[in-house]
């Protein structure tokens, strides 16, 4: 059962105006509820039942977003920040009033995956530690990954803290060599999100990531298709795999 809630805040929260924008809209006579045109900007309705009309175009209501955004490099995935341009800046502003905030986040020079949403209960699932949500990560790694990195990543590495790590599902996909160095592409699963947790895990094995790409979050996978720095809602697909798996994890 959904809230009740001012038909003022309501047409605001879908990124149709500002609330003052939308008094004055009500006083224009441009927003309709349920066939009846609204004199009052402080009308209670009840979200899933109101047919809404502004301006003549229905509103449908939706109290909780679910954006996949492949982050680009340079942005850092916080809500907002003085200095730094964040991965809400990258959002419509219409999008941006219904206060979505990142689900875990990425370094500022990792690109890839990640969901915006202002659902807290789901961010919790996918964040707490005790769930154990796989993430796989794709990079390039300055070094020759071996079969031995693949072993020690299997029985976890001590980081720089003296934290070991979870086992982690090492693959090398391909190496080259450049002026004499070699650099490996590879792709990593871990089951945990310690601070520069990648980054910090080829450290340990004397090597160096020097680019890194997040491809799945749980059930979540990377849509290909969108550019760096672009968005898009997730499918009912998607928000099913996200629902089952918190089932399975409950």
Not at 222 to 241: F, K, N, P, V, W
Request: hydrophobic share 40%; aromatic share 6%; net charge negative.
């Amino acid at each position: 059962m959904s809230k009740r809630i001012r038909i003022d805040k309501l047409i605001a929260h879908m990124g149709l105006g500002t609330r003052s924008e939308i008094k004055r809209a009500v006083k224009l006579g441009m927003v309709v509820v349920d066939d009846k045109v609204v004199k009052d900007s402080g009308l209670i309705v009840d979200p899933d039942t109101a047919k809404v009309y502004f301006d003549g175009a229905p509103v449908v209501y939706r109290d909780v977003v679910y954006f996949m955004l492949n982050k680009p490099q340079g942005v850092i995935s916080a809500t907002e920040d003085s200095r730094e341009r964040t991965v809400i800046d990258l959002l419509e502003l219409s999008d941006r009033q219904r206060d979505p905030f990142p689900v875990g986040r990425l370094d500022k020079d990792t690109v890839g995956l990640l969901l915006l949403t202002n659902d807290g209960q789901l961010a919790h699932e996918l964040l707490s530690p005790r769930k154990h949500v796989a993430k796989t990560y794709e990079a390039l790694v300055h070094g020759d990954v071996g079969e031995e990195d693949q072993q020690l990543f299997l029985a976890g590495v001590a980081l720089d803290d003296g934290y070991v790590t979870m086992p982690a599902e090492l693959h090398i996909k391909s190496r080259e060599q450049r002026d004499d160095e070699i650099f490996s592409s590879i792709s990593l699963t871990i089951m945990e999100g310690k601070f520069h947790q990648v980054k910090r895990m080829f450290e340990a094995v004397g090597k160096k990531v020097v680019y890194l790409k997040r491809v799945s979050m749980g059930p979540l996978k990377l849509d290909e298709t969108l550019e760096e720095g672009s968005y898009r809602e997730l499918t009912e697909e998607e928000l099913e795999l996200l629902r089952s798996h918190k089932r399975k994890t409950d």
